[in-house]
């Protein structure tokens, strides 16, 4: 009885996690061998892997609103880490990383570096700190949706989250497997700094200090969970759907001016979005079906 409960408790999150886990941890295994550049990460994803077990079996025995909580939210927690791992991972496939490709797109499309200009075209105070607000503001957009959905419609949350940390996921892969760390990395000073400006200036900048790494700028997964944000939304959450419109507005100005991606980022992160929203949507169909059959 204590097996079946344990099993039952079973989140499409929890599958989602230990799959990154064991998918990066074969990723490493192939590109980097048997060295002691990988010992710490295969500890911590043992560590992790423990907890995930941990938390379901919590679940299975002490079933309150709390335990519910923590068990569907801790994933997005973890995407934390996951993203800060990408700029160890992603130079086991190509050793220097891709920005002079985008460069050369960059200059191919628009026949200038629009991370450069834009910023020096709009100088001004009150500019710079709207962009900056928009860019904050997309820290809160993933929690802040999930929540709306575990208080306002329960029924879908696993669902919602399952899709929003599948879609993050992948985009972490591709991250890893195409090493392009974006204009404030790719660029030295002067060219690389942030515009500065108030509050939500220095909020930008102390996440980007605590958070940020070189990596992740192709495609922006700023814009493309955005994206994700919006499909999920409209059909769901109707007033959260009109909340992000304009925040997605200021986050596509925003990524450019304050130089975290190349404009064709952007454009990357439009095309991909609907294709890492199918995938994650069938990967939650396949990951449900499969633990279904074992209750």
Do not use: C
């Amino acid at each position: 009885m204590t097996g079946y409960k344990f099993v039952k408790n079973i989140k499409t999150t929890d599958v989602i996690t230990v799959y990154y886990i064991v998918v990066t941890a074969v990723y490493m295994l192939i590109f980097e061998g048997i060295t002691g550049k990988i010992l710490m990460p295969m500890v911590i994803r043992a560590l992790l892997f423990l907890f995930v077990v941990a938390v379901i079996y919590v679940n299975s025995k002490l079933n309150n609103k709390a335990i519910k909580f923590i068990h569907l939210f801790y994933p997005i927690i973890l995407l934390t880490y996951f993203y800060g791992e990408t700029a160890q991972l992603n130079h086991l496939i190509f050793i220097d990383n891709l920005d002079p490709i985008i460069y050369r797109w960059e200059e191919a499309l628009f026949g200038f570096q629009p991370s450069l200009k834009f910023s020096v075209l709009v100088p001004q105070y009150w500019f710079s700190e709207l962009m900056n607000f928009g860019y904050f503001s997309y820290y809160l957009l993933t929690f802040g949706l999930s929540l709306a959905f575990f208080i306002q419609r329960p029924a879908l949350v696993e669902k919602v989250i399952f899709m929003i940390i599948s879609s993050f996921l992948i985009y972490y892969f591709v991250f890893i497997v195409l090493p392009v760390v974006g204009p404030q990395y790719y660029f030295s000073p002067p060219l690389s700094e942030i515009p500065d400006s108030g509050i939500f200036s220095r909020a930008v900048k102390l996440v980007q200090y605590y958070g940020e790494h070189p990596t992740g700028a192709f495609p922006s997964s700023h814009i493309g969970m955005v994206v994700i944000f919006l499909y999920i939304s409209y059909s769901n959450i109707r007033w959260f759907f009109w909340i992000i419109v304009p925040l997605f507005l200021l986050i596509l100005l925003a990524t450019v001016y304050i130089k975290a991606h190349y404009a064709v980022d952007l454009i990357a992160g439009l095309v991909s979005a609907p294709i890492v929203y199918y995938l994650s949507g069938t990967l939650f169909k396949l990951i449900k079906k499969k633990l279904l059959r074992l209750f």
